[in-house]
């Protein structure tokens, strides 16, 4: 299931450390690089957070800005994930939308910090999202 391997691929960057995180710029960036760190259902203005598997962690989402493509990236074999479209910045949020197809495209949010926000849907009255830390790539 890809909505599984987006949040697997977006778990290993959480280990990055803070002084590069702080360095980066998430807004301008070309590449980045996210490993899952937890899913969450919510509903009402609260929501319930789950922390992602060993396994989950060591998927990377790698977004390239530049060819408008992402890849999952596991022991350092990539996958092809999905295109991305409508990238655009507002404030200090970068906002851009990632599928397969323009039928499958989900909303992303990427902040000044590298958190990477993806909201997968609902489910009856829950909002389904996935939240990952992200290093901007050479």
Not at 76 to 94: H, N, P, T
Not at 123 to 134: I, N, S, V, Y
């Amino acid at each position: 299931m890809k909505s599984l391997a987006i949040v697997s691929a977006l778990a290993l960057i959480a280990a990055a450390p803070q002084a590069a995180l702080a360095q980066a710029d998430f807004l301008t960036a070309k590449k980045i690089a996210c490993t899952p760190v937890q899913t969450l259902e919510c509903a009402d203005g609260k929501c319930k957070a789950t922390p992602v598997s060993e396994k989950d962690k060591a998927e990377v989402l790698v977004v390239d800005f530049t060819t408008k493509k992402s890849a999952v990236r596991t022991a350092g074999v990539s996958k092809d994930f999905g295109e991305i479209g409508e990238d655009k910045v507002e404030g200090s949020v970068r906002t851009f939308q990632l599928g397969e197809s323009k039928d499958s495209m989900i909303k992303v949010t990427l902040d000044k910090a590298g958190k990477l926000t993806l909201f997968m849907g609902t489910e009856g009255k829950q909002e389904l999202r996935a939240e990952a830390t992200c290093v901007v790539e050479p």
